[in-house]
């Protein structure tokens, strides 16, 4: 079982931003890629972005781009959300995710482990 922890939540105006972590002492952190989801109250579970194992590839979803930015540092078994310029319709709990696939990953389905997320709300 890989442990993922969130933080960096918290509640903002909007405009305002914010820094999310993942963190997790699995030593295979680096073979994996990872993803940032969300969950609005009352909606399913959406796709925010992912990243490759390397870092070297990242896709979002069309309603972050430009706002959001996925990163990893492998050697600090970290994974990154900058999130900028954010609105009220970015409120929800987002969780990172790990896939035993290398390549980025946008289906919920092919990651392995998730952690326990982390609430952002956006004041408007």
């Known amino acids: 079982q890989v442990q993922l922890v969130e933080s960096g939540g918290g509640l903002v105006p909007a405009g305002g931003s914010l820094r999310l972590s993942c963190t997790t002492p699995?030593?295979?952190?680096?073979?994996?890629?990872m993803g940032w989801f969300r969950q609005a109250p009352g909606k399913g579970r959406e796709f925010v972005a992912a990243?490759?194992?390397?870092?070297?590839?990242?896709t979002y979803a069309d309603s972050v781009k430009g706002r959001f930015t996925i990163s990893r540092d492998n050697a600090k078994n970290t994974l990154y959300l900058q999130l900028d310029t954010l609105k009220p319709e970015d409120t929800a709990v987002y969780y990172c995710?790990?896939?035993?696939?290398?390549?980025?990953?946008?289906?919920?389905?092919?990651?392995?482990?998730w952690g326990q997320g982390t609430q952002v709300t956006v004041s408007s």
């Open positions: 990243i490759s194992r390397s870092g070297g590839s990242t």
């Open positions: 699995e030593r295979t952190f680096s073979v994996r890629s």
């Open positions: 995710a790990a896939s035993n696939l290398g390549w980025t990953v946008v289906a919920a389905g092919l990651y392995n482990y």
